[in-house]
């Protein structure tokens, strides 16, 4: 009777670890990768930062393309920095028009949205920005 009975928990215990690890792994925000969320995307005007402009003009990324992706990019949480002072940053992902895959990432303030950073995902490009 009582190897029936230990052997119910076992059972028990070993399906309980298997539905952890199965809401573990399936979690998109521990995956990295969200699309919803309380980012404010409509955030007016566009604030590019100088480290910003040279980014995109080393990786042939336009005003156009850093829109896209912040009307329809993902946010990669585990490249963003929402403690980040003075203001949380947002790292976000997502393939332009012209089929580049990017990050870029956006800082919203009182002042409006401050575009941080562009990275090319894909290529490396040589680039002289500091």
Known sequence: MKKKSFTRYVILLLVSCALLWLYYHNDPIRQGVVKDSSFNRNLKPLIYTRHARCRM?????????????LQKGEINYSKSDLHSKPDPKYALEGITNDGQ????VFAPSKRGM?????????????CNCN
């Open 57 to 69: 003009g080393c990786r042939h990324i336009d005003d156009a393309e850093v829109k896209e992706i």
């Open 101 to 104: 895959h990017v990050r870029i």
């Open 114 to 126: 401050a575009v941080i950073t562009c990275i090319d995902m894909n290529e490396e490009w040589e």
